[in-house]
Every structure is written in C-alpha cells, then in structure tokens.
C-alpha cells in the first residue's frame, strides 16, 4: 500500500480564517486539511495532515514522516525563518518535501525573505494562498509518480 502523504503546518496556522484574513484568506485550517484529502483521494492517495505551535513537535513529525510518509508538504509559519532543528530534520528525509506558503514572504517584510527550510526542501511553492497546498500536493503526486 502506498503510503501517505504528510502535510504539516506550523505555528498560528490553526488560526486561519480569522488571523489577518487580507493575507491568509477565509478558509480555515480544516477547509484547507478537506480540500487536500479530497485532491489527494481523486489522485489515489491518502493524506496525514498535522498542526502545531511547538516547534519540536514539529521536529518529531517530520521525523515520523521517515519512514511512514510517501512525501511531505510543509508550511512552518514562522519558524521558516528562524528554525535551523527544522531545516536539520528536513535534511534527514529521503522523500520529496515541499515548502508551501499561503502568501508570497518575499513581497512582505525583510524578515520573512530568509528561508531556512528553503535550502532543505525539493521545491518551494507560495503567494497562491489555500491553492497553494493544492498546487503542492499536485507536485509532490508528480514527483511520486514519475
Ligand atoms: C506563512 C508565511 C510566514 O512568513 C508567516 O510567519 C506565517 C504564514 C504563509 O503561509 O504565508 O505564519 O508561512
């Protein structure tokens, strides 16, 4: 059986719907874990999707995503642009790994033009807000596949 894929979100990503809607949008974070399964199921495959605010929870499921993920998506938050345990269990993965985010960080303040995660991922995909967890599961199915 193939396994699944991993879609992890990191801090304040529970929050969506209300946090800063002009740059997040509308859709909550059970929204957007729907619309994936419901991509995923149409491209034969199932997904594990995961939130949390603690950043070495985050380590740990990405470390369970080793040996029991096809692929992972990630969208760390905030801990993209300061997190070097997220980057090192990154690194650990054999299997494609793409960063996605909801806005375009490049666009917004200085602080959110470094990526760490970046240099520890196949690809990178951001600025289509949710569509950009569909465009990343869409690539991950790709690289799967191919
Ligand atoms: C984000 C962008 C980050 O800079 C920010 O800290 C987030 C969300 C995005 O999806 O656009 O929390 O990852």
Not at 1 to 12: E, F, L, S, V
Not at 43 to 53: A, E, H, M, P, T
Not at 90 to 97: E, G, Q
């Amino acid at each position: 059986m193939t396994k699944p894929i991993y879609i992890i979100n990191g801090t304040n990503l529970n929050l969506l719907g209300t946090r800063e809607p002009e740059i997040y949008g509308a859709d909550t974070l059970a929204d957007i874990e729907k619309a994936c399964g419901n991509s995923a199921k149409a491209l034969g495959f199932d997904i594990v999707f995961k939130q949390s605010n603690v950043e070495g929870e985050l380590v740990d499921i990405i470390q369970e995503a080793r040996t029991m993920a096809s692929a992972v998506i990630i969208n760390p938050a905030a801990y993209t642009h300061t997190s070097v345990a997220i980057h090192d269990a990154l690194k650990t993965l054999d299997i494609p790994a793409i960063e996605i985010h909801l806005s375009q960080p490049a666009k917004r303040e200085s602080f959110r033009r470094r990526s760490y995660v970046a240099e520890a991922v196949t690809g990178t995909i951001s600025g289509f807000g949710a569509n950009s967890y569909e465009l990343g599961l869409q690539a991950a199915i790709k690289l799967l596949n191919t």
